[in-house]
């Protein structure tokens, strides 16, 4: 099986982790169990201790037309999606220019900004196991049951491309940190807000080493220079006892840690 290396302080939105050999998948048949598939580790935190890695190979980096269905593959950029939609004036993809990431990983995920999904024009999902249609999987709020990686999504082709939606989008998330950060770090729980509730407990703006909930917006869990893996899950359970004390409420992280102390059994959630 092909690896290569990637530095994960570089690699990472937050911009923290070591260098670690990571598979690469070119065909359904090389994935197993043992490994976590990757995206472009942008709502992930990388544990010293991670699972065996895995990312998908550039063949899965393609956007088509076919019978009136937008097909893209499970690596490709949210970046290429909005180009492709806006030179071919294709609406309901504005949204996507403001969710850095990989269509994977943000259909595994429901990523979303508000009421606006991934999932509002999804039709199915080509996983290595089997295609699944949008009413078989049970997704919500930043969060979806698919459990195989996912190597192509179709959705629903619309023309239309919205500049003023673009506009709309970049509004929403102005009030987001430029520091590397992984994100939200949690959910909103029903009817809150994380950021209310961590400001609440006096912990917007608590920092350990270069490790801070940010002062911008403080359910953005940011690296100001050599931050640690350490230092990021100090903060988050400091934030998840304090809120748990005062309010009774379970935060429940968005961000995903991929390190064997902090995760399940199951490799692949």
Known sequence: MTTKTINFSKYSSIKIGEEIEVSILESPSDFSNKYYLLGSCNNTLIGTQPPPLMVLSKKYNYINIENGVLKIGGATPSGKVASFCKKNDIANFELVSHLPGTIGGLVYMNAGLKEYEIFNYLLNVTTIHRVLQKEEIDFGYRYTNISSPILEVSFELHKGFKKEKVEMFKKMRSNQPSTPSAGSCFKNPPGDYAGRLIEAVGLKGKRVGAIEFSQV??????????????????????????????????????IIILDKRYMSDSLVD
């Open 217 to 254: 917006h403080a359910n953005f869990l940011v690296n100001h220079g050599a931050g640690t893996f350490d230092d990021a899950m100090h903060l988050i359970k400091e934030v998840q006892e304090r809120v748990l004390e005062k309010f009774d409420i379970h935060l429940e992280r968005e």
